[in-house]
């Protein structure tokens, strides 16, 4: 079992900078991997950064060059750095990690909200 904490959300105008940061609890030695997404009022869950299987990272189009994310594996940690924020990227941010559980399980935190207006 794994509990995903995430926190840094708020309110911030356009142009600004934010940084979440999500921690994990329990057997973290079974993290695969970890990513953020997103959902905004009235849209779908949508990945916004992610590792890959590979070691790589994905970013979403409409975040590459702005958000950056991290990963620290012995602590069972991620963050997701956020610059240059539009009144789009407004949405409930959750973090996830692919856990080792027999097959590969999703797990999700509860959210941290991030509004961006002026």
């Known amino acids: 079992q794994i509990q995903l904490v995430e926190s840094g959300g708020g309110w911030v105008q356009p142009g600004g900078s934010l940084r979440l940061f999500c921690a994990a609890s329990g057997n973290i030695a079974d993290i695969f991997r970890m990513g953020w997404y997103r959902q905004a009022p009235g849209r779908y869950r949508e990945m916004v950064a992610r590792?890959?299987?590979?070691?790589?990272?994905d970013y979403a189009d409409s975040v590459k060059g702005r958000f950056t994310i991290s990963r620290n594996n012995a602590r069972g940690t991620t963050s997701l750095r956020m610059n240059n924020l539009k009144p789009e990227d407004t949405a409930v941010y959750f973090c996830?990690?692919?856990?080792?559980?027999?097959?590969?399980?999703?797990?999700w935190g509860k959210g941290t909200r991030v509004t961006v207006s002026a």
């Open positions: 590792f890959t299987t590979g070691g790589t990272i």
């Open positions: 996830n990690a692919e856990v080792v559980d027999g097959p590969l399980t999703d797990y």
